[in-house]
């Protein structure tokens, strides 16, 4: 048994290493998601699989939330960088609970921001960390800050497999945006009024995987449970404090 784990672990220099080293993906794929975290109804969209890693510029959806911008290297592993991403709002017809209560629509939109990246070993594992700062574009809906911890855990046989954790803050405004339920919603959505004041937000741990299809095809996904934490939990809004995302996808390896 020794033997078998340690052939399983001795691969994992090639997984969630340097993205200098990860091959560029352009793709597909399916995911259903909560309409917001925290709600009873789910949601199936199509979905980008994306990863271009280049000497100034990058571009990927692998790592959270779409985004792209520009990074440069300060120390040997550690890659800072600043990003646009795109940030998903709040479709009200999508839930029966919020067009019950005539709540209203919060707008897809962008975010601004920087992110620090290391690369390295964790023991045996190689693993990425990645703390990264959102501002909405759009001032009044805030800030969320979120430290994502991916770990190959499994290499072998054209399957890449890794794990997957992260933490996510978030100041008042962003949870308002979200959460929040003015005194005038109150009245129409005959829900008490509540308004949420920021700290951490939600905490998550989830797989992710890859398998090679052909030499220049990978089938990609993952799986993730996702806990609401703190006042973003205690809202009226919140009908369910945990939530699961899954993705499945193919894309083009170049």
């Known amino acids: 048994m020794k033997r078998f784990l340690i052939a399983l672990l001795l691969p994992l220099s090639a997984f969630a290493q340097d993205p200098a080293a990860e091959p560029t993906l352009l793709g597909a794929g399916a995911r ?8 009873a109804s789910q949601h199936l969209e199509a979905v980008p699989v994306l990863r271009y890693w280049g000497p ?36 009200t017809s999508q839930s029966s609970f919020l067009s019950a209560h005539d709540l209203p629509n919060v707008g897809t939109g962008g975010s601004w921001g920087g992110q620090l990246e290391w690369n390295g070993q964790l023991g045996p594992s190689p693993a990425n960390v990645i703390l990264r700062a959102r501002q ?38 962003s949870n308002e945006t979200i959460y929040g339920i003015t005194a005038q919603q109150a009245v129409i959505s005959a829900l008490p009024a509540f308004a949420p004041g920021g700290g951490l937000l939600s905490t998550s ?19 993730e449970a996702r ?24 894309a083009y390896r170049f």
């Open 32 to 39: 259903s998601r909560p309409v917001y975290d925290g709600s």
């Open 227 to 250: 806990r609401l934490q703190g006042d973003a939990a205690r809202s009226p809004l919140t009908q369910q404090r945990s939530n699961g995302v899954a993705i499945l996808g193919a």
């Open 56 to 91: 100034i510029l990058f571009a990927r959806s692998t790592r959270g939330p779409l985004e792209g911008g520009v990074h440069q290297e300060i120390l040997p592993g550690l890659e800072a960088g600043v990003q646009l991403a795109y940030e998903e709002g709040r479709i």
């Open 136 to 173: 909405h574009l759009k001032t009044e809906e805030g800030l969320q800050v979120d430290l994502r911890l991916t770990a190959g855990v499994f290499q072998h046989w054209g399957v890449s497999a890794g794990l997957v954790a992260q933490a996510t803050w978030a100041d008042a405004r």
């Open 205 to 223: 741990l989830g797989l992710i995987w890859s398998y090679d299809l052909a030499s220049h095809w990978q089938l990609v996904g993952s799986l």
